[in-house]
Structures are given as structure tokens and as C-alpha cells.
């Protein structure tokens, strides 16, 4: 586990955190009121021109009309990105009488009308607001949101201010704007490149308010963050729920709780399939039915491939890195849900293409949450996935069975549960043994040539 005792994860490398199959984990709540006070306090500096004005009377001059300032009262504020962070900020924005629009994709409307918060579309935000405040993740899609193009758009004199990340407002853009008089001031906390140049034009500019990344730096800030991220990896590794994550779904206690014995099984069924089907496979297909597709199942769907990957890989293969070496080898992995199966109240079934043929394997839970594979190839079988396990397929004849079991007895292997499964009486079956232990090549040849007895094969799960 990794811990990063703050927000931003600039400093981790999280793919190959995640190739290795190392967790990420941050702390995105304990500096949220920190950064949000420090939004406000940058949004007051740049308001009423605090900073030039502290400077201006230190040096010993008294110029009351040098330093006019505006109202927030009755201006609108665009706030991007509507997280913990911005949502705070649209908290006390507020209780200064300011009109509040956001752009968030991820947030519904009915949230944002119960905060009192309009959302609108990115354009309208940008034509709309006195201020614009940012608070966004720097992703691909984020770098430069806000460049020559978006600030053509804004009113004249807007004012813009900058406590999350640096790479959002295009820096060289945003000088040009205040160098022409577009945007009245801004407030930047974060830059491209830290520490910045410090003999940049934009640092120096007369209407803009700078401070070197401080949006978390308060005492109880730091407090909260160091608690925070020691609780999270402490419940980590003592597996009593992952948070806060950047690389694993984040799951409360319970949850996970609940979850642990379809794990267990996704996993087995997984490393089953991998054992059974024999070939290169190009497509895996899990499709979650019942009651179970309420709850984020990313964690079942790590542990299924996770153990198709285990039994054929050398390396080390874990729920983490197990999707991305599925990416590495171009093998797709899709996922669906369903409503509840007639037979079973909760069913986890993997169609596997293998060259071009589909192979299936499914399982469930049975009382006390034993895990159970209830279907091999669209037969039913009621097997538990344990310990060493033989697959037959082969036809429904009499006398099958028989010759099976004189051969094991021959050879003293102990068969300590037997299921079969068939498709019509004379037709395919399916028998699958749980066995005490390994059985040798020429044990499996031996079986091969029993009458009737069409493919074995050995897994260990």
C-alpha cells in the first residue's frame, strides 16, 4: 500500500503502482475546509485588493482610492467541478449573498438544486460568470480547459481563481487576458510548473494574487490528513475496507464483508476456467445475476481475473494488476447484470472465447456461503471448487462410472465427492471428482482411453 497523506497523486507513478499491484490510497477529506477557506480568503484578497494594499500602506503610503474593491454580494461565481471541495466553497459563497452555477458531468441536478446550486453547461458557466473558481482534477481532459478560446468567451472583467491544481487555466493564455484588461484579476494557489519561475510576468502582474500551494496547509489540515491516511492503510492491510483508493474500488467494512465469499468464488471460477479451456483466450464475458448487482461488484471482477491469470502466469499476479496484464495481452474483459435467475438467487457465470469458441462456467453461494460451480458448458453439475478436482467429459453410457472408479481404487486415489451433469440420457455429460490429491500423467492417460470418456482434465483450485 501506498499512502499519499493529501489529494493530488502527481508525485505516484499509478500505473506502475498498479502493474505491481501496489494500492493507492489519498486523503481527499481531511483537507477540504482548508482549501475551501483558503478559496475564500483568495476570493476576498482579489476582491478588495488586499495584498497591494498591505503592501502599499507598509511602504508607507496612505492611497484609500489607489485600491477600490468590488462586492461578492449579488455576483454569480461558476465553480468547476463540484466535489467536496467546491461544494464548500459553494457553502460559503453563498452565505455571501453570491449566485452560485457549476459545471460538473458527474453530479446530478437534483444534488446541485438541494445545494442551491445551478448546473449549467461549461460554455454557459464561462459566459455567465463575475468569478470562476477551480476545482477539478488535471486529467488529460482537464489540462487547459480554460485557455485563449474559454476566456474570449467570459465577461470583461471577470475574476479567476486557482486552488487545485496547476495545468487547468493555461498560464501564457491567462497573462494575455489580464495584459488586455478581459480578466480583471487572478488568484492562483497552484502553477504548471512548481515552484514556478519566479521571474515570471504573470507572478509579478499587478492583478494577480499568488500564494506557493497553501490550499492545505493549516495545522488542523495536516492533523487530519496524517490520521486519515495511517486509518486507511491500517484498514487495508488488516482487510476491514479499502478507501480512498486511486487504483481499487473503495468499499465500506460491511460491503466487503458482504462481498468476501463472491470473491472467494470469482476467483475460483476464474482459475478454473483457465485450467479447464484449454487455448489462447481473446474475450472473457461475466455477467453478475440477482441481488447482488446493487453493490459495485469491480472487486468480484478483479478476484475472476485475477485467478484465470494465477494458475498460467509466472508473475505475480494480484486483484490490482490483474486488469491491467488482461489490457497487456489484449484479452477484453466485459462485464454485465441481470435480474434474478430462475434456479439461484445470486449467479456469477463466465463465457470465455478460447480461439473462437465459447466455454462457460458458472457458480453461486449455497447455505453458509459455500461457494459451489453449478454449470460447465451449459450442464449442470453441483461441485465444490476445492482442493485437487478432475473434469470428464463424456458420454452418458452405463458402465462409465464404474470403470472411473476401478480405475482410481486401482491406484488408490480416494474420490472424496463425485457430480455429474448431462445434456440428454446417451448424450454429453459432464463428471467433475473432487480428489485428496495430485494424479499423475499416466493416471490421466490411463483414464483417456476408458470407454466413453471423451477429454480429462486436472485443475487445482
Keep these: 500500500v501506498i499512502g499519499r497523506a493529501g489529494v493530488g497523486l502527481d508525485n505516484v507513478d499509478l500505473e506502475a503502482a498498479t502493474n505491481k ?13 482548508s482549501t475551501a477557506e483558503h478559496t475564500m480568503s483568495m476570493l476576498l484578497a482579489l476582491s478588495r485588493n488586499i495584498p497591494l494594499a498591505d503592501l502599499s500602506l507598509k511602504s508607507g503610503e496612505w492611497k484609500r482610492s489607489k485600491f477600490m474593491g468590488v462586492e461578492l454580494y449579488g455576483k454569480t461565481m461558476g465553480i468547476l467541478g463540484l466535489g467536496r471541495i467546491g461544494t464548500e466553497v459553494s ?34 458557466l464561462f459566459k455567465r460568470s463575475d468569478y470562476i473558481s477551480v476545482h477539478a482534477p488535471l486529467t488529460d481532459e482537464t489540462r487547459h480547459i480554460i485557455s485563449d478560446k474559454e476566456l474570449a468567451l ?11 491544481r496547476g495545468g487547468i487555466i493555461d498560464e501564457e493564455a491567462l497573462l494575455r487576458a ?17 515552484p514556478p519561475d519566479f521571474s515570471s510576468p504573470l507572478l509579478k502582474h499587478k492583478n494577480v494574487v499568488v500564494t506557493p500551494h497553501l490550499g492545505a496547509s493549516t495545522k488542523e489540515a495536516q492533523v487530519n490528513v496524517a490520521i486519515e491516511i495511517c486509518e486507511s492503510v491500517r484498514d487495508a492491510l488488516l482487510n476491514q475496507g479499502i478507501r480512498n483508493a486511486a487504483n481499487f474500488p473503495c468499499l465500506a467494512a460491511e460491503v466487503c464483508a458482504l462481498l468476501q465469499p463472491y470473491i472467494n468464488l470469482g476467483e475460483k471460477l476464474g482459475m478454473l476456467a483457465s485450467q479447464l479451456f484449454e487455448g489462447r483466450i481473446r474475450e472473457l464475458k461475466i455477467n453478475y445475476t440477482g441481488e447482488i448487482i446493487k453493490y459495485d461488484l469491480s472487486p468480484l471482477t478483479m478476484a475472476i481475473v485475477k485467478g484465470l491469470f494465477t494458475p498460467i502466469l509466472q508473475e505475480t499476479v494480484n486483484y490490482i494488476n490483474a486488469r491491467s496484464l488482461a489490457r497487456e495481452r489484449g484479452i477484453n474483459i466485459l462485464e454485465s447484470k441481470s435480474e434474478r435467475e430462475e434456479d439461484f438467487t445470486n449467479l456469477v457465470s463466465l463465457e470465455v472465447d478460447v480461439e473462437g469458441k465459447l466455454r462457460k462456467v458458472a457458480g453461486t453461494l449455497f447455505t453458509n456461503n459455500e461457494p459451489r460451480i453449478v454449470n460447465v458448458d451449459g450442464l449442470y453439475v453441483e461441485t465444490i471448487p476445492k482442493g485437487h478436482m478432475l473434469f470428464l467429459e463424456n458420454w452418458d453410457k452405463p458402465g462409465v462410472i464404474g470403470n472411473l472408479g476401478t480405475l482410481m481404487g486401482k491406484n488408490k486415489i480416494n474420490i472424496a465427492g463425485m457430480t455429474f451433469g448431462r445434456d440428454k440420457p446417451g448424450g454429453k455429460a459432464v463428471s467433475a471428482l473432487n480428489i485428496d490429491g495430485p494424479v499423475s500423467a499416466r493416471i490421466l492417460g490411463e483414464i483417456k482411453k476408458l470407454d466413453n470418456i471423451l477429454s480429462v482434465k486436472l485443475v487445482k483450485l
Design 21 to 33: 499491484g501496489i494500492i493507492v490510497m489519498n486523503t481527499p477529506a481531511g483537507n477540504t475546509i
Design 91 to 124: 457553502k460559503r459563497a453563498i452565505s455571501f449573498g453570491m449566485r452560485i452555477i457549476a459545471y460538473d458531468p458527474f453530479l446530478s441536478r437534483e444534488i446541485a438544486e438541494a445545494l442551491g446550486i445551478e448546473l449549467v453547461e461549461l460554455k454557459e
Design 154 to 164: 467570459m465577461k470583461n472583467g471577470v475574476r479567476l481563481i486557482n486552488c487545485a
Design 178 to 194: 489580464l495584459d488586455a484588461g478581459k480578466v480583471a484579476g487572478a488568484a492562483l494557489d497552484v502553477f504548471e510548473k512548481e
